[in-house]
Nanobody, 127 residues
Framework: QVQVVESGGGLVQAGGSLNLSCTAS????????MGWFRQAAGKEREAVSC????????YYADSVKGRFTISKDNGKNTLLLQMNILKPEDTAMYYC????????????????????WGQGTRVTVSS
């Protein structure tokens, strides 16, 4: 059974930084694409940043380019999201998602049909 757990959320002032961490078990971590998604109050869930299973290809939403960095550490079975220059509009519940298809070379962001998500970690950015 695949399990995904996020950590690292919290309250931060605008302009500050937070690091989110995600671990996944029940699969071969090095073989799966993963990503970070977020859902703000009253809005749909959106992909923030994703990485291919190799870690060599990455996607960033336009709204976070230049501020967020995703990295996949296969040795530690950990997916990280470094978030800098945070803005109030970054306030949301952040979810880590795993594409359960091993070594899948298609979309780097786990699609709903093949994704497993954690319970989320809340990020609040105050102005």
């Amino acid at each position: 059974q695949v399990q995904v757990v996020e950590s690292g959320g919290g309250l931060v002032q605008a302009g500050g930084s937070l690091n989110l961490s995600c671990t996944a078990s029940g699969l071969t971590f090095a073989d799966v694409a993963m990503g970070w998604f977020r859902q703000a109050a009253g809005k749909e869930r959106e992909a923030v940043s994703c990485t291919s299973w190799t870690g060599s290809s990455k996607y960033y939403a336009d709204s976070v380019k230049g501020r967020f960095t995703i990295s996949k550490d296969n040795g530690k079975n950990t997916l990280l999201l470094q978030m800098n220059i945070l803005k109030p509009e970054d306030t949301a519940m952040y979810y880590c998602g795993v594409d359960v298809r091993p070594r899948h070379g298609g979309s780097w962001c786990p699609p709903p049909a093949f994704g497993v998500w954690g319970q989320g970690t809340r990020v609040t950015v105050s102005s």
